[in-house]
């Protein structure tokens, strides 16, 4: 039986996404041929990346002033392309948000090419709320899921200058209004598809402006002048998430997520709140809905509570190696059902103690 797969990622898909996908490996649109062996200059490989690319700016409502890229090298890579791209060769100035550890690795990336200020709260338990709008910098960097302590920005900074979002875990999730960024970036591995490609929408208006002399892949101009296939692109990566873009469509697009989402973390979130055993890692306000962080409160339960939710068939619970305890990722695939079966194996260690 297929395991409730709470993993942070590579995670769950949609089982019907997975079945197509598969389908394709043995025969790609009735080709005779898989869909790992057809040029990615093919026409049937052009219609998938253009409906790819549409799905993305229906599915967030962005207009024709953004481009619709999909990349290689991870989130990772947009951490050194975004300042090559954005922070000017003299004086470059950046402002970035430090949430979390992937916030911290953009930050360490940036100070590269110029000079960064961070604001952060004290911990990783909350975000900074309290942004000075009246700053001016070449860009203000964010990340809206901080997906291993389990905070998410429920607003961002209303500024005058561009604001860059790295939206890995929590994109296509919420209702949220997407114009208000000039560049996202996301890696596909969870809302969006299979690891190896990493989704970046960016105005082209706030490009071009350095005075840098960047390498031709790390340039999102040359992607854009390239129309998206510069080089070989993922191509297997953008197949299934354009699949899974399809049936996000299909479910009722990113408000029907965000419903079901909502009722996912509200039901994980009262029962962690409830349950004596257990207590919560995030301050209330800054909940995610997607990665849900939580200890129990006496360490020695972890081999009976273990043993109650692997026997359960659930899979990825321990929290990321760094922070410890457990992390419930989940993620638009993730049925209602599987959250109800993880408060059960809660309930059960209450009830065995
Ligand atoms: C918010 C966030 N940013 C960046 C990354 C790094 O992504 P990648 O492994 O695609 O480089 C992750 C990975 O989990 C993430 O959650």
């Known amino acids: 039986m297929k395991k409730h797969n709470f993993s942070a990622g590579p995670c769950i898909l949609p089982a019907s996404v997975f079945q197509k996908a598969s389908e394709a490996i043995l025969n790609f649109n009735g080709l005779d041929l898989s869909i790992l062996e057809i040029s990615h200059r093919s026409p049937d490989f052009i219609a998938v990346f253009l409906k790819a690319q549409q799905l993305v700016k229906k599915l967030l409502k962005l207009d024709d002033s953004y481009e619709i890229l999909f990349l ?19 004086n470059g100035y950046a402002i970035y948000l430090d949430t979390g550890v992937w916030a911290a690795k953009a930050i360490q990336e940036a100070k590269k090419f110029g000079e960064v200020e961070v604001i952060k709260d004290e911990n990783y338990q909350s975000n900074p709320k309290h942004i000075d709008t009246s700053l001016s910098a070449n860009y203000l960097h964010c990340t809206s899921n901080n997906t291993i302590y389990g905070t998410q920005m429920k607003e961002f900074p209303e500024i005058d200058v561009p604001l860059v979002c790295d939206m890995s875990s929590d994109i296509f999730s919420r209702v949220i209004d997407y114009t208000q960024f000039d560049l996202i970036y996301a890696g596909a591995q969870k809302n969006i ?14 490009l071009g402006e350095t005075g840098r002399d960047i390498p031709s892949y790390l340039d999102y101009l040359v992607h854009i002048d390239k129309k998206g296939i510069f080089n070989t692109p993922p191509v297997f990566s953008i197949y299934v998430s354009m699949l899974n873009l399809e049936w996000l469509d299909n479910q009722g697009g990113v408000e029907a997520m965000e419903k079901l989402n909502q009722q996912k973390s509200d039901l994980l979130y009262a029962e962690i709140d409830r349950n004596p055993l257990f207590r919560g890692f995030a301050s209330q306000e800054d909940r995610s809905m997607m990665n849900a962080t939580f200890y129990l409160e006496d360490e020695s339960m972890a081999e009976a509570f273990d043993a109650i939710w692997q026997n359960a068939g659930i899979n990825g619970l321990h929290g990321h190696r760094t922070v410890g305890g457990y992390r419930a990722s989940m993620y638009n695939a993730l049925p209602l059902e599987s959250v109800q079966i993880l408060v059960n194996c809660m309930r059960e260690l209450e009830n065995r103690n």
Request: net charge neutral; charged share 10%; aromatic share 6%.
């Open 193 to 206: 598809g299979p690891a190896g490609a990493t989704l970046v929408v960016v105005k082209k208006d706030i």
């Open 72 to 90: 290689q090298g991870g989130a990772s890579l947009q951490f050194v392309m975004v300042p090559f791209n954005l922070m000017p060769q003299d």
